[in-house]
């Protein structure tokens, strides 16, 4: 936690609350908290602080802001994403977030097994967006969205997403061309799930504007071909 990020209901006038059990429990036994002690806050999409500790007790640590702070830019990326395993999706989701992905778009795709539909981890995507942007110092969220069917995206989402300023890249190993390095443009990536996405798909996905682009001939796996590609477009 390189930031404690705070919701707005948090900020009462000039004395700040800090009363999550979860952010407690770290600043006491990795910060070792004491009043006077500055500490670094963000307001959950809005600013960061630098604060000092005002008072402190079993429920709660109060501080006072001292100063602001810059809040780390975002990737002008929108990672479009086959739903990956329950386990694979908290990773992905905090990674993304501390990489400063700016739009996430779960997907539906002929590997991505129905019953992940159903994992209660979907309805705790708010807590691990919490965690990435505490461990990256960010207070912005991005916006996720979650589309369950396949074609309708492809067919009827995807095209209004792709120009010539914003293009989209579909991960594919078997393509020609290459994922290209370093672009000065936004641009929106689309990654398969573990076993990648089938023909069909890909066919789809370029017949709608997007480019089949190849990572090397190493086959990755999801959470790892995604910090790849972003370390990669925006180096």
């Known amino acids: 936690m390189n930031i404690v990020l705070l919701e707005p209901e948090d900020i009462q006038s000039d004395t700040w609350v800090i009363h999550s059990k979860r952010q407690l ?9 004491t009043v006077g002690q ?3 806050v963000g307001v959950r999409n809005g600013a960061r602080y630098t604060t000092e500790i005002i008072s402190i007790n079993e429920q709660e640590v109060c ?15 929108h990672l479009i994403v086959a739903l990956p395993r329950p386990k694979v999706l908290r990773r ?11 739009r996430i ?8 097994d129905k019953s992940y539909w159903q994992t209660p981890f979907l309805q705790q995507l708010d807590n691990y967006v919490t965690l990435g942007l505490e461990q990256a110092g960010d207070t912005i969220v991005p916006e996720i969205h979650m589309y369950k069917r396949f074609k309708p995206f492809v067919e009827d989402v995807l095209p209004s997403l792709i120009s010539k300023e914003t293009p ?4 594919h190993p078997y ?22 996405f089938i023909p069909y798909e890909v066919d789809l996905l370029t017949k709608n504007g997007c480019q089949a682009v190849s990572l090397g001939n190493r086959i990755l ?3 790892t071909s995604i910090s790849y590609i972003l370390g990669r477009l925006f180096s």
């Not at 989209?168 to 991960?171: H, I, L, N, Q, R």
């Open 25 to 33: 429990q770290h600043l006491r036994e990795h910060l070792d908290i």
């Open 38 to 40: 500055n500490l670094k």
């Open 175 to 196: 393509a020609e061309q290459s994922m290209p390095v370093n672009i000065p443009h936004a641009c929106s990536v689309v990654v398969g799930p573990e076993g990648g």
């Open 168 to 171: 989209s890249y579909v991960a």
């Open 92 to 102: 992905l989701i905090m990674d993304s977030v501390t990489l400063g992905v700016e």
């Open 221 to 223: 796996r999801t959470e």
């Open 105 to 112: 778009s779960l997907i539906h795709s002929y590997r991505v």
């Open 63 to 77: 501080i006072r802001p001292i100063s602001d702070e810059a809040v780390p830019a975002k990737l002008p990326v």
